[in-house]
């Protein structure tokens, strides 16, 4: 209390003189319509700037919120492709879960799970990822994961609440794979040299391959829906011995900030091993 005496005391002339000036502007604007308005420009101005510096400052804070709105409409679009659906066997009689149909009768192949990465390393040999979500909430193993960029790996093992996943980055890891332009198909795999780049081997050297084509999920791959984005062709390597190329390609997904992904649940392959397994229980 003694400091606010003492601050008031020096700098009395100062803070008489700031009142004085706020009172004859509002008196100024008050009697004058032309003053009242030069000074609500000025007073506008000044709130505005401070407004939208918090409401940048509140929108920090609430990212985390907004990716994770993002990340479930992301799924929501994607559960809403016609390539997640098949249309369906009139030459059988077939028993459907409704939930998995469209409204023109088709059955669902694909359905999208949002998932949150809590866990990620990619300087290994063999990398792995962490989701926080497992098989309390439908997870399973073999499932594939595709980020919002391109795929991500596959599920190797599954907790009540968490799951595993086998990235791209894994020497043992290997995507059927195929060119956009003409559908070329090759392997993909990982050297376990750059984490940005993959390895496309047994390419047939007929196929006109350029820089920068694109790569996609094949149609004989038993985990990933086809034509889902891979990379694009960074280099071409010719082997003298062999009639294919080996081509590098550079990863769409960042694994350095993957955060948010998509579980892939195929449900005729699910049924497939389903199906398999009470084979073997019998």
């Known amino acids: 209390m003694k400091n606010i ?3 008031i005391r020096q700098y009395f002339n100062f803070l008489s003189f700031l009142l004085l000036q706020i009172l004859c502007i509002v008196m100024l604007s008050n009697s004058s319509k032309t003053h009242e308005t030069y000074f609500s420009g000025i007073t506008f101005e000044v709130t505005g700037y401070f407004n939208s510096h918090y409401a940048n400052l509140q929108q920090y804070f609430q990212l985390k919120e907004t990716n994770q709105r993002l990340a479930a409409e992301n799924s929501r679009l994607r559960n809403a492709l016609s390539g997640n659906f098949i249309s369906p066997d009139t030459t059988a009689l077939q028993i459907t879960d409704t ?9 669902r192949k694909f359905i999208y799970l949002p998932a949150k990465v809590i866990g990620n390393s990619y300087t290994l040999q063999n990398n792995y990822l962490m989701l ?9 193993k073999g499932m594939a994961v595709v980020g919002p960029d391109g795929i991500v790996g596959v599920v190797v093992d599954v907790s009540a609440n968490l799951s595993k996943v086998m990235s791209l980055l894994h020497r043992n890891s290997k995507v059927s794979a195929m060119l956009k332009k003409d559908n070329t198909t090759g392997s993909i795999e990982w050297d376990g040299a750059d984490p940005s780049l993959l390895i496309l081997r047994n390419v047939s050297k007929s196929a006109k391959v350029v820089k920068g084509d694109t790569v996609l999920t094949s149609n004989y791959s038993a985990n990933f829906p086809s034509h ?16 294919y190329y080996t081509l590098k390609i550079k ?21 497939q091993i389903e199906l398999e397994n009470r084979n073997k229980n019998q």
Do not use: C
Request: charge should be negative.
């Open 132 to 140: 926080e979500r497992g098989e309390n909430q439908g997870i399973k």
């Open 228 to 243: 889902l984005m891979i990379g694009r062709v960074a280099s071409i390597t010719e082997d003298p011995a062999t009639n």
């Open 251 to 271: 990863t769409a997904t960042n694994f350095f900030t993957v955060q948010d992904v998509d579980v892939i649940y195929n449900t005729r392959y699910n049924e």
């Open 5 to 7: 005496y003492l601050f």
């Open 99 to 107: 939930t998995y149909r469209d409204t023109l009768g088709r059955n």
